[in-house]
């Protein structure tokens, strides 16, 4: 077995140092199972069906007939969490919005990915000071690839996802497998968003505004 | 361009009661808070101006005054009226109209979530796109927001001396947010106003006591496949059949018009583009009319071609886009789709040759365009509109419009009769599918559409499929205005023609005043009602958006139908929650 072909040079799948009986070749693949688990994960991630802004009718472009998000088995949109591997954040997310995306999120069964799609969704985008939206939904729920663009076109939305792919390419089963189920508070909507993670910050901060605040009636009264 | 008028007759009629707007750059009525009902009345009873285009305040910090603005026409055509009421800014009370014209119903609410006018009498004045609880009314003027910087922009940190940066830096929470003095979150009642929706619904739907059946109570959205973004809906049902409905909005709320008055005017041109984010170009169309009139510029012949054969193949994306996800909503996943969106991509191909890009054009400027059309994506732009595009429509039509599926599904399904269109204020497909034969183009002539020979689309029964039918019309309609403006502009203004009026500048003037731009956008009318006082910085920038006023008219149309049926009623609609809570 002298003649080595793209397949075997693979990414270091090497032929092994022993000979194969001739019947054998050609109907064995020896891989580890790590890599057959993988390529089957990365080539059938199905996306959440849910769309918030513009940047959502670029990926719906990305799944019509001329960029066909088919090709990456991804076209597969379940509209339910349970059944969903990647959510696609795609779009504004707006603090009236982020207690759903966070319950979402923690809807979705493990092993789960979020891309971040567009400058909304990565950092605010145009609408960053507005008051009610969130600057990024990292500050939220963890990202895994962040797509810039405004809306991103779908050829930047391809190489997003397929940086997904590399990324689930890379990933051990162990650590797939024991990956513990971390559940994210959901935000409330008080006088303005509050994590409840801050709530003693929350606190502490308005107190001391508020003793600001008398300190200079005191003196002005 | 829109041209508002006064009326003699109306000013003997209620003199001591009304006043001319006499400050610089205003016109119309100023009328006393308490007659403003009377004075509605008697416009839309006895002088014809039955529908009412646009509802919004201003908050004059400086005069210590809260203004709302009335923008009325005539469903028959012809120019509009504007008038005024003015109210102290501590106690804004002004009494709702939502009775005399119930397309105020949304815009009322608006009113009140965001600048804190009260509408007395108002059925259901809660807010409609921020949540209960929120502290404050964010579009008043001495209202900051978290990552407030400066009054306007651009902020001195930035420009010239380019020190950037990061907001989080400096707010203590590291993120966009902020809090009363004094609020302790441990006592906070985390929030009942679903329970209180579930609540009102109920109630506000009519009780029928001969079949004693139990009322169920349906949530869809904000996460639902079909409600095209993150709409919500709140149903009451009895049995599959629906009697009472709820739209809970702002998912989306972006705060477009708060950004818009700290911008430039023409930062504002960007942020129009992402208003109804697959109709970009008709959204600049409306925001520069609305400037134009206030400067008194006009763009050059070439311009105005430009601008209108853009708008129109924007209109022909946004139909073939609507048809498409109506299919969807109907159950046809995804196919019919496929087929508009095949088309959608060759138009786009012509936007990204021209403007830079495929979605986001921000291509208008104020006196005319940015750049002009080149040359080998012109030629395929004639390609298009006369020859591909009618071809493709007339397939279209050919697949759907006979199908028995399509037709079971959708004939006498949310009918909305003339009357209700004109009184719930719908505009565009909506309103003309009604029988109504209103088309700004035609009723109160904008640009240079005065030129080209078309015909106003109108149907009449009203029902889904016929607001189905009205958008295949429209399309050939304006593939027609199309082949006339490829023709005429070689003619009229050959390519290196102007296209802008005077130089580019960045920083335009703009005299102080009012003005309200109203352009037929693929989904109805899209007004902009902008207010100067000749600073750099717009004072008051609102966006009439016409999917958010269209959706008044959805529990009318979906009462008595079945629960299936919601969501095929609110694809005829077409909206685009972009602009929906803006
Ligand atoms: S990044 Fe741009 S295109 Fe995407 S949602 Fe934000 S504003 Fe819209």
Redesign the interface.
């Known amino acids: 077995m002298t003649q080595r072909t793209g397949r075997d040079r693979y990414e270091g799948l090497q032929v092994p140092g022993y000979d194969i009986p001739d019947e054998v070749k050609g109907n064995v693949i020896v891989t580890t199972l790590n890599r057959l688990y993988n390529w089957g994960r990365r080539n059938s991630i199905w996306p959440m ?6 940047c ?3 990926m ?2 990305t ?4 960029y066909d998000l088919a090709r990456f088995g991804m076209e597969v949109m379940r ?1 339910s969490p349970r059944q969903a591997d990647v959510m696609i954040v795609s ?2 997310v ?4 982020i207690p ?1 995306i966070v319950r ?1 999120y923690n809807q979705m069964p493990l092993p789960k990915y979020v891309v971040a799609m567009g400058a909304c969704a990565s950092g ?1 985008g ?10 990024g939904v990292d ?1 939220y729920i963890p990202v895994d690839v962040y797509i810039p663009g ?2 991103p ?1 779908p050829e930047a939305l391809l190489f997003g996802l397929m940086k997904l792919q590399q990324k689930i390419e890379k990933q051990s089963l162990k650590d797939v497998y024991l990956q513990k189920e971390e559940y994210i508070p959901e935000p ?7 994590d409840p993670r ?2 003693p ?3 502490e ?3 001391k ?2 003793q ?2 008398q300190g200079q009636g005191a003196v002005s009264g | 361009m829109t041209t508002l008028v006064t009326v003699p007759d109306i000013e003997t009629r209620f003199a001591g009661v009304i006043t001319p707007d006499t400050r610089k750059g205003y016109q119309g009525y100023i009328v006393e808070a308490e007659h403003v009902r009377a004075f509605a009345k008697a416009l839309r009873d006895d002088y014809g101006y039955d529908y009412l285009a646009s509802l919004t305040g201003v908050d004059y910090l400086p005069e210590g005054k809260m203004e709302v603005v009335y923008h009325v026409y005539k469903s028959t055509g012809g120019p509009g009226l504007v008038f005024k009421v003015q109210v102290p800014r501590e106690n804004p009370v002004v009494p709702s109209i939502v009775d005399i014209y119930p397309g105020a119903n949304f815009q009322e609410r608006e009113a009140w979530d965001l600048l804190g006018i009260r509408f007395e009498g108002h059925p259901n004045l809660r807010r409609i796109l921020l949540w209960e609880g929120f502290w404050g009314h964010p579009l008043r003027k001495d209202w900051r927001e978290p990552y407030f910087e400066e009054e306007g922009k651009p902020f001195s940190s930035r420009w010239p001396h380019g020190k950037h940066f990061h907001h989080e830096d400096k707010n203590p929470f590291g993120k966009n947010v902020d809090y009363p003095p004094g609020f302790d979150p441990y006592t906070w009642e985390p929030d009942t106003a679903d329970e209180i929706l579930y609540q009102a619904v109920l109630q506000r739907s009519e009780i029928r006591d001969d079949l004693r059946t139990e009322r169920v109570v349906v949530n869809l959205g904000p996460q639902h496949p079909s409600t095209h973004g993150v709409f919500r809906m709140i149903v009451t049902l009895d049995g599959e059949t629906i009697i009472g409905l709820e739209p809970v909005m702002g998912y989306l709320h972006r705060n477009h018009e708060k950004i818009g008055e700290r911008n430039t005017w023409i930062m504002n041109i960007p942020y129009t583009d992402r208003l109804d984010y697959i109709t970009a170009m008709a959204n600049n169309f409306g925001y520069v009319l609305a400037v134009e009139q206030l400067m008194g510029v006009k763009p050059p012949e070439r311009a105005e071609y430009i601008r209108v054969i853009m708008a129109e193949l924007t209109r022909i994306v946004n139909h073939l886009w609507a048809i498409g996800f109506l299919l969807n909503d109907l159950g046809a996943f995804f196919t019919p789709a496929l087929y508009a969106i095949e088309e959608r991509e060759l138009i786009l191909d012509v936007f990204e040759a021209t403007t830079g890009s495929r979605m986001m054009n921000n291509y208008f400027r104020f006196g005319g365009v940015a750049r002009d059309i080149p040359e080998d994506a012109w030629d395929k732009l004639v390609q298009l509109v006369t020859d591909r595009l009618p071809r493709k429509v007339d397939e279209l039509d050919r697949y759907l419009t006979n199908s028995e599926l399509i037709q079971s599904r959708t004939i006498g399904v949310g009918v909305l009769t003339a009357e209700e269109a004109i009184a719930y204020s719908t505009s565009g497909p909506v309103l003309r599918a009604s029988g109504v034969p209103y088309d700004i183009r035609r009723a109160d002539p904008y640009s240079i559409y005065d030129r080209f020979d078309f015909d106003v689309a109108v149907r009449y029964h009203g029902d889904v499929y016929d607001r189905y039918l009205i958008r295949i019309d429209e399309m050939r309609q304006s593939l027609r205005i199309l082949q006339q403006a490829v023709k005429q502009i070689e003619q009229e203004a050959p390519r290196g023609a102007p296209i802008l009026a005077g130089k580019p500048q960045y920083q335009v003037r703009v005299p102080p005043g009012e003005s309200y731009g109203r352009v037929e956008a693929p989904k109805g009318e899209l007004g902009f009602y902008v207010v100067s006082t000749g600073k750099p910085n717009p004072w008051r920038y609102h966006v009439r958006a016409p999917s958010f006023v269209n959706l008044t008219a959805l529990e009318a149309m979906c009462r008595g139908h079945k629960i299936a049926d919601v969501v095929t009623i609110l694809g005829s609609i077409d909206i685009v929650l972009g602009e929906v809570d803006r």
Do not use: H, Q, W
């Not at chain 1, 069906?49 to 513009?54: K, P, T």
């Not at chain 1, 799944?63 to 001329?66: E, F």
């Not at chain 1, 707006?94 to 919005?97: H, L, P």
């Open positions: 069906m849910f769309g918030l802004a513009c959502a009718i670029e719906i472009a799944a019509a007939s001329r509209p779009g504004t707006t603090k009236r919005m759903l979402l605010g145009p609408f960053k000071e507005g008051y009610n939206v969130v600057s500050k405004c809306p076109t409330i909507l008080g006088p303005d968003i509050m801050d709530f910050l929350i606190r901060y308005t107190m505004k508020l600001e605040m």
